[in-house]
C-alpha cells in the first residue's frame, strides 16, 4: 500500500512539476473527441443491409452500426452518424475534411483513399466477384467452365458497375479492355444486366450472392462467378492524423471483434 501511495504521489507531483493538466495527458485525437462527447460517424445515406439499413420502427441497424457504437462507448461517449453521403467516396471526403472522426460504411480499403487518410485493419475480409447474363454467355458459347474462366480473365464485354466507388476503379484496373458502364445505384446495374444493357456486373461476393440467395428465381438467367485471386478488404477510415485513434481501434478489433468473412455474413439469421 506504501509503495501505492508513493507511486501515486510521484505522478500526481511529476504532473505538476511538469506544469501539464493530467486530463490533458490524452491523445489529442481522442481527447477532442471525449470533450466533445460525441464520436462522428460518416455512413453512406442509401441503406445497405447487414451492414446499415433503417428498420420497421426507424432505427439504424446493422453490421456497422453496432461497430460504431461499440467503439463510441469503449471512448465513454455517444455515436453520430452522418448520413449525408450518396457515394462512398463522398463517404470518404467526410474523413478527408474532418467533418468526421471515422468512415464505417462498408468502405473498401484501396491505395487511393489510404494516401489521404488512415484505414484501421480490415474487420471484413471478402472477394470480388461477377454477376453474369446466362443468355449472353450461351450466345457467346461460354457455357463450359473452363471457357467461361478464360473469357472472365481477358474480359472484353460491357461491365456494369456502382459509380464513385472503389469497385469502378478496381474493374478498370483488373479488366483493362472492357468497356465499364457506371450507374448510380447497384439495384441499376442489376436491371442492366437482366436486360442486356451489360453483359456482366462487378461488385463484391457478399453482394453478388447475397442477391441470387434472396431472389432464387434470379438463377435461372443470371450466373454468379467469384474471382477467387482477388482480396476485397472493409475497414475503418481516419483523418490523416488520426493515429492514436487508428491504434485504439485496431485494439478493439483485435481483442472484441475478429474478422468478419462472407461466409459468416450469409449465416447470420434474417
Given at each position: ?202 461488385r463484391d461476393e457478399l453482394e453478388v450472392r447475397q442477391l441470387v440467395l434472396n431472389q432464387p ?54
Amino acid at each position: 500500500m506504501w509503495n501505492y501511495l508513493c507511486c501515486l504521489l510521484v505522478v500526481v507531483f511529476g504532473w505538476g512539476i511538469l506544469g501539464i493538466d493530467p486530463a490533458l495527458a490524452l491523445a489529442p485525437d481522442i481527447q477532442a473527441i471525449q470533450q466533445r462527447g460525441i464520436l462522428r460517424v460518416a455512413m453512406l445515406g442509401q441503406d445497405n443491409p447487414p451492414f446499415f439499413a433503417q428498420d420497421a420502427q426507424g432505427r439504424l441497424t446493422g453490421v456497422d452500426v453496432d461497430l460504431a457504437r461499440n467503439l463510441a462507448a469503449t471512448l465513454g461517449v455517444k455515436p453520430e452518424f452522418i448520413r449525408t453521403a450518396q457515394t462512398f467516396d463522398q463517404v470518404a471526403e467526410l474523413v478527408y475534411t474532418n467533418q468526421a472522426d471515422v468512415a464505417i460504411s462498408k468502405l473498401t480499403v484501396t491505395l487511393g483513399r489510404a494516401t489521404r487518410g488512415l484505414f484501421s485493419q480490415p474487420y471484413l475480409v471478402m472477394r470480388d466477384a461477377l454477376l453474369l447474363n446466362r443468355l449472353q454467355l450461351a450466345q457467346q458459347g461460354l457455357q463450359n467452365q473452363d471457357a467461361l474462366v478464360n473469357y472472365i480473365r481477358q474480359f472484353s464485354g460491357r461491365l456494369g458497375v456502382i459509380t464513385e466507388t472503389a469497385h469502378a476503379r478496381i474493374a478498370r484496373r483488373r479488366f483493362p479492355q472492357a468497356q465499364i458502364i457506371e450507374y448510380p445505384h447497384w439495384r441499376d446495374v442489376v436491371t442492366a444486366v437482366e436486360q442486356g444493357a451489360v453483359i456482366a456486373a462487378f461488385r463484391d461476393e457478399l453482394e453478388v450472392r447475397q442477391l441470387v440467395l434472396n431472389q432464387p428465381k434470379l438463377a435461372l438467367y443470371l450466373k454468379t462467378a467469384v474471382v477467387s485471386d482477388s482480396r476485397n478488404l472493409r475497414a475503418v477510415l481516419l483523418p490523416w492524423n488520426s493515429y492514436n485513434l487508428r491504434d485504439l481501434v485496431n485494439q478493439y478489433l483485435t481483442l472484441e471483434y475478429g474478422t468478419l468473412t462472407t461466409e459468416k455474413l450469409l449465416a447470420e439469421p434474417g
